[in-house]
């Protein structure tokens, strides 16, 4: 128990993505409500932003910005910076999130002129009528 | 001319078109037509000069902006990624020609609109062929989803609700592909697919490599509909605008198993894949012949042509995914060829079925009476399409079903055996049904009291449904002549068709 619980804190960061990703995950398959699955899907997208940028961080390890006076003299220590790649990447992947999103909404306000509910089942037993 | 840079402009010219289309289209929508077609002609042309520029000289790398790898993106033009270029712009030149007369019809005022969203997906799918970074992959990935999210949208009726369940589902796909992308950099610190490849194989970590191999592979099935992931496919696909589901049907799906392919071979290597873990070779081709079983009895059960036309689709999924995971040469080269001749039998029946919906504006089952009588040609180009479907010999449908057949016998899967040969009886039944009505049952006079429905469908739209159809049976023609000289120089090292 002991172990598991200090395995637990050691990597709380890894943790919380896989908790945030199941919340994430149970919002986009088991609501019934259109506007909580979108949320639940940005919810799992920021799962993954935590991870990626988990990657990169160190203990200890400063901004990646370098004196270049420094560098060029000495060379750069890689284990004083964090990794930059990862939230690189990761800014990438918001502004594909910011856009899926920006789609969604805009085909919610669609469904919602068309049915005047965002409820699934309501627009389901719409249809069927 | 032979510069080494035309397969970065066949991806070039379609995504300044979008902007040239979404600027002009607004001041006069006779700019659309000559932009769009224009711009795609020149990208099947460079595509059919990089495929020969790549059988005579061989595979070669490209490096965007001189960045070099494995820092810089790079672009693979293998053989197999030449043949996908053309593939891709040829598919997407015919569909645009009849897109442009059915959105003029089913979204007046909106075609810049359209074609934007349009180009840019094609510039999305050139990309997915030709890039040779796992990062950069998800990204145009995602530029193809959001573009199809909205172009499906833009269909009427239930569309709207369909693209967000395709956004709720495409997006898990996504994040599934990201989440194996992360763990893959864990382990390598490279994003370079070359470069992956290259220090995988000296890893000591085997549960990682697992976790992130089966992240991609089920990031990738999601998106390409493998059953029983496929539940937003049909809807999406058929109510969409008719012009968008001509081209998103037959290329969204195929450039997908491409990927596949790509993961399975460039990132992994065939020995890690078929090998690593026992059993689960096996039991995706058995988990393929039931995908195919079931979503060939779910077509049976429909009465719109456009809906049953999704679940085949579906089935031909489960065809080539199982076709690749058969891990032998034969049923590799099969699904490799596969993808060719399906994304050519979806384009003509997907344009045959634009066209009937363009004059008749249905394609409920009740009402394709008697439409061999006023629609001769389109009816005829829509058999030639079933027939390679069925898989009947001079149309490609056959050849390709053969190599998967004569794969599976050699693998020793009885099961994927019978799943094709069921599966091409189902699809037997669905198009001798819908040629039975059309052909011998008289129009009634629900649809005789229509005048619109006369004869046959405009020009722009007739010709890339005739050409479609004559190319099933060129290729199913020339299929020897193709595996000989393109697909032979495809396949991952290791593997003889």
Same mark, same amino acid.
């Given at each position: ?17 896989? %908790? ?67 939230? %690189? ?41 | ?157 239930? /569309? ?29 610190? $490279? ?107 779910? /077509? ?29 040469? $034969? ?167």
């Amino acid at each position: 128990m002991e172990q598991l619980l200090s395995e637990i804190v050691a990597k709380y960061n890894y943790w919380i993505y896989v %908790v945030l990703m199941m919340i994430g995950f149970y919002a986009m398959i088991g609501k019934r409500n259109l506007v909580k699955k979108l949320l639940g899907m940005n919810i799992f997208q920021t799962a993954i932003i935590l991870f990626y940028v988990s990657i990169g961080s160190k203990r200890g390890g400063g901004i990646p910005i370098v004196d270049k006076h420094a560098a060029m003299l000495h060379g750069v220590d890689a284990t004083g910076v964090v990794n930059p790649l990862p939230h %690189v990447l990761m800014l990438t992947a918001i502004v594909v999130s910011v856009s899926v999103t920006g789609v969604a909404l805009a085909i919610l306000i669609r469904i919602y002129r068309k049915y005047d509910t965002l409820e699934e089942d309501e627009i389901l037993e719409k249809i069927g009528r | 001319m032979n510069t080494p840079n035309l397969h970065l402009y066949v991806l070039a010219a379609p995504l300044l078109t979008a902007f040239a289309v979404n600027l002009l289209g607004r001041v006069s929508r006779t700019w659309i037509g000559p932009l769009v077609l224009g711009a795609l002609t020149f990208s099947a042309g460079g595509a059919l000069m990089t495929l020969l520029h790549v059988l005579r000289e061989g595979a070669f790398r490209y490096t965007i902006g001189n960045w070099q790898p494995p820092l810089g993106i790079e672009l693979v033009v293998d053989p197999l990624s030449a043949l996908m270029l053309l593939l891709v712009s040829a598919v997407a030149l015919l569909a645009t020609s009849s897109a442009l007369k059915s959105v003029a019809h089913e979204l007046p005022g909106r075609e810049h609109l359209f074609f934007t969203l349009y180009m840019i997906l094609i510039a999305g799918l050139l990309g997915l062929v030709l890039t040779g970074d796992a990062f950069n992959l998800y990204v145009l990935l995602e530029i193809t989803a959001i573009t199809t999210y909205g172009l499906i949208a833009m269909g009427s009726g239930r /569309a709207a609700l369909s693209s967000f369940n395709y956004i709720i589902m495409g997006s898990i796909g996504a994040c599934f592909y990201l989440l194996g992308v992360g763990y893959l950099y864990i382990l390598t610190g $490279t994003l370079n697919m070359a470069d992956i490849a290259q220090i995988l194989p000296g890893l000591d970590a085997p549960a990682a490599i697992a976790t992130a191999f089966a992240f991609l592979m089920v990031g990738l099935w999601v998106k390409m509909g493998l059953f029983p992931l496929h539940v937003w496919l049909p809807n999406a696909y058929s109510q969409a605008p008719t012009g968008a589901g001509a081209m998103i049907a037959p290329l969204m799906t195929k450039v997908t198993i491409y990927l596949m392919i790509r993961v399975m071979f460039s990132i992994f290597s065939p020995d890690y894949t078929f090998l690593a873990h026992a059993g689960i070779q096996a039991g995706i081709v058995w988990a393929a012949s039931l995908a195919i079983m079931c979503a060939s009895g779910l /077509a049976l059960a429909q009465r719109n042509l456009r809906r049953m036309l999704t679940y085949i689709l579906v089935a031909e999924v489960a065809y080539m995914v199982g076709g690749v995971w058969l891990a032998n040469g $034969t049923g590799i080269t099969g699904a490799i060829l596969h993808i060719v001749n399906d994304a050519m039998m979806t384009l003509c029946l997907f344009l045959a079925a634009a066209a009937i919906i363009y004059r008749t504006g249905s394609l409920e089952f009740d009402r394709l009476n008697g439409l061999y009588r006023r629609m001769p040609v389109t009816m005829a180009a829509f058999t030639v399409g079933a027939f390679s479907m069925i898989g009947v010999p001079p149309t490609c449908g056959f050849f390709s079903k053969w190599y998967l057949i004569l794969g599976a016998v050699r693998a020793g899967h009885p099961e994927f055996v019978t799943a094709l040969l069921i599966s091409s009886l189902i699809n037997a039944v669905l198009f001798f049904r819908i040629i039975e009505l059309a052909y011998f049952q008289p129009a009634s006079d629900l649809s005789r009291s229509e005048p619109q429905q006369a004869g046959e469908a405009p020009l722009l739209m007739l010709s890339p449904l005739l050409l479609s159809a004559v190319a099933l049976v060129a290729i199913g023609l020339g299929s020897g002549p193709l595996i000989e000289n393109i697909i032979r120089l495809a396949m991952p090292p290791g593997f003889a068709p």
